[in-house]
Each structure stands twice: as structure tokens, then as C-alpha cells.
């Protein structure tokens, strides 16, 4: 968010986006499209309620579109945004190892899992915890 251009932020700002599981990711295991039908509106900068500080809150998986945009300007915003948050000095690489544990806070970080362990496989557990509703607060 903070390395966006200013009148970037500000736009961002005064945005809403939905997000829902209709694009749904591909590499996931099969869902039930009934019954995760549901979306959600959120700001498109999301305040963290801990640190303050302002995140995007934009995934190229689950956001669909942004409220109140045709759907060309809509897609043009969300490409340019997924694009910058994607950059990959935003990125941190994990690498597995025997007993190794991830910890990473979904308000203010994309996860991303690649399957670059071929051939060996990959177990875990995942823990999530119910958060708040996401906020923007200047």
C-alpha cells in the first residue's frame, strides 16, 4: 500500500471490492460452488486493528470486482493492483523442512502456495483464526 503512488493510495482509499469463492482457486480441492456461493464487500485498503497501519486487501484468487466501477475500468484497477502487490520484493519464500512451522497474518499478508516440492509431498495442518471485519480507518 505505502509503496503505491499517492493518488493511487487515495483512489484505493474511497474504494470497496467483493471478494467470494465463484473464481474460486483451481489448484484447490474441489468445492461445492452451491453452497460457497456467498461474496463479501470489503474495503479495498483494509486498516490492520493491532499495528494501525494500512494493507492492501486484494487477492487476484477470490476479489471478483470493485463496487461501483464498469466491469473494463474494474478489471483494468484489479490487474494494475494485483501486479503490485505480487512484485516480489513484497515476497518472502518459505522453504520446508522437517518440523518447520508457518505462521503469517491474513490481514496484512497474501499466502501462496506453490508446488515446487515435486516429487516429494507436502503435509500439514492449517489453523485459522475467525478475525474481525476488515476495516479501513485513516
Same mark, same amino acid.
Given at each position: 500500500?505505502?509503496?503505491? @503512488?499517492?493518488? =493511487?493510495?487515495?483512489?484505493?482509499? =474511497?474504494?470497496?471490492? #467483493?471478494?467470494?469463492?465463484?473464481?474460486?482457486?483451481?489448484?484447490?480441492?474441489?468445492? /461445492?460452488?452451491? =453452497?460457497? +456461493?456467498?461474496?463479501? #464487500?470489503?474495503?479495498?485498503?483494509? $486498516?490492520?486493528?493491532?499495528?494501525g +497501519?494500512?494493507?492492501?486487501?486484494v !487477492?487476484?484468487?477470490? $476479489? $471478483?470486482?470493485?463496487?461501483?466501477?464498469?466491469?473494463?475500468?474494474? /478489471?483494468?484497477?484489479?490487474?494494475m493492483?494485483?501486479?503490485?502487490?505480487? =512484485? @516480489?520484493?513484497?515476497?518472502?519464500?518459505?522453504?520446508?523442512? @522437517?518440523?518447520?512451522?508457518?505462521?503469517? /497474518? !491474513?490481514?496484512?499478508?497474501?499466502?501462496?502456495?506453490?508446488?515446487?516440492?515435486?516429487? !516429494?509431498?507436502?503435509?500439514?495442518?492449517?489453523? $485459522?483464526? +475467525?478475525?474481525? +471485519?476488515?476495516?479501513?480507518?485513516?
Amino acid at each position: 500500500y505505502r509503496r503505491l @503512488p499517492v493518488a =493511487r493510495r487515495e483512489r484505493a482509499e =474511497r474504494l470497496r471490492m #467483493v471478494s467470494g469463492m465463484e473464481r474460486g482457486p483451481s489448484f484447490a480441492q474441489p468445492i /461445492d460452488r452451491e =453452497r460457497h +456461493k456467498s461474496q463479501s #464487500v470489503h474495503p479495498f485498503v483494509r $486498516t490492520h486493528p493491532v499495528s494501525g +497501519k494500512q494493507a492492501l486487501f486484494v !487477492n487476484r484468487i477470490f $476479489t $471478483t470486482h470493485i463496487v461501483g466501477l464498469e466491469k473494463a475500468e474494474s /478489471d483494468a484497477l484489479l490487474q494494475m493492483l494485483f501486479q503490485h502487490v505480487e =512484485r @516480489p520484493e513484497f515476497q518472502c519464500r518459505f522453504k520446508w523442512r @522437517p518440523g518447520s512451522v508457518a505462521f503469517w /497474518d !491474513n490481514r496484512c499478508a497474501l499466502h501462496l502456495a506453490l508446488w515446487d516440492y515435486y516429487p !516429494n509431498r507436502r503435509r500439514g495442518l492449517r489453523v $485459522t483464526i +475467525k478475525g474481525e +471485519k476488515p476495516f479501513y480507518r485513516p
